[in-house]
């Protein structure tokens, strides 16, 4: 696999652009591939089933496109369906689930983490596992707060309704011995500076984003898969849908985006049809790490 390829990064939609930025600061000679599945956005409501469906499509289609490594900036999916990509995909699959614990259990003081997300992120468990498996001392709560997702795409940021639903959710957090705060969804950090005024400055806010872009830097060197170009990447945005909202929301999160995004259609032949693909690749070991 030749280092010069691009990298893929996918997420349920828009919100997998924090991602990117951070990836954008860390690695700025990299070439890009981004899909977000803007037409069948929220992931955060589905079943497991579904949702690993649509991932494999992904990255399916992200392999046809010559990545040499896939990032799964949706915390729903890396909850739910990682392992299973990493089975079937023969290029290192970097999830943001194992940054995001790493970086709470390195943060807490008093062993007490919580970790907020979509329903389906906190049902899968997939947190509090891996906290546990760093460390065994270490005890999550997890929560999950649907109402953040529509509130980010709305705009709602800030101001009286954001920091109701915020009270709303997590007030109950500065009562007890809960130190850290994962944000365990892509869309969370738009939120984080309002977090942080209603929540206080002592409790350490975690957004799995930045050590995601760690860990895709780390594989890519240890696999020798950085980039010998000298210059700044080249980027492509691919979406399956396309509204003027969606676009506020990206230039919102990734400032200088200028829109340049291309439409692909999920539900046509030839996007279902790169899943044959998997099936003629060579498979890496199953569940190896990223
Ligand atoms: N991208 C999803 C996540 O990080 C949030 C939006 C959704 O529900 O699809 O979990």
């Known amino acids: 696999m030749p280092s010069t390829q691009p990298i893929g990064v996918f997420d349920s939609g828009v919100g ?35 949702i690993r469906e649509f ?19 949706c915390n729903t999916v890396s909850a739910v369906a990682l392992p299973e990509l990493r089975a079937i995909c023969p290029v290192p699959v970097v999830g943001v689930v194992e940054a995001g614990a790493r970086q709470a259990v390195e943060a807490t003081r008093s062993g007490e983490v919580a970790v907020i997300g979509t329903a389906s992120t906190v049902a899968s468990r997939a947190y509090p596992h891996e906290v546990a498996r760093l460390d065994s001392a270490v005890r999550t709560l997890s929560r999950a707060c649907p109402l953040f997702v529509p509130m980010v795409e709305d705009g709602i940021v800030e101001g009286p309704v954001a ?22 969804c892509t869309h969370y950090p738009l939120l984080q500076e309002m977090m942080h005024q209603v929540l206080g400055p002592d409790l350490t806010i975690v957004d799995a984003a930045q050590g995601t872009a ?22 492509r945005y691919v979406f399956s849908d396309r509204t003027e909202a969606f676009q506020a929301l990206a230039r919102r999160i990734l400032p200088g985006f ?5 439409t692909l259609d999920v539900e046509a032949p030839a996007f279902r049809q790169a899943l044959r693909l998997l099936g003629s690749l060579p498979h890496s070991e199953p569940g190896s790490p990223a």
Do not use: C
């Not at 915020?166 to 011995?177: A, E, F, K, N, V």
């Open 55 to 73: 991932s494999r499509e992904i990255a399916a289609w992200l392999l046809e496109n010559q990545v040499k490594a896939i990032v799964v900036a």
């Open 214 to 235: 760690r860990d895709l830097a780390r594989v890519l060197a240890e696999r020798d898969l950085a980039t010998p170009n000298l210059e700044s990447g080249r980027r």
């Open 16 to 50: 997998g652009l924090t991602v990117v930025a951070r990836i954008l600061e860390q690695l700025p000679r990299e070439d890009l591939i981004y899909f977000g599945d803007t037409a069948r956005v929220p992931y955060g409501i589905r079943s497991p089933r579904v």
């Open 163 to 184: 920091e109701a639903v915020i009270r709303h959710y997590l007030g109950d957090i500065r009562q007890s011995r809960i130190d850290t705060l994962v944000l365990g």
């Open 258 to 262: 200028v829109g340049d995004m291309e």
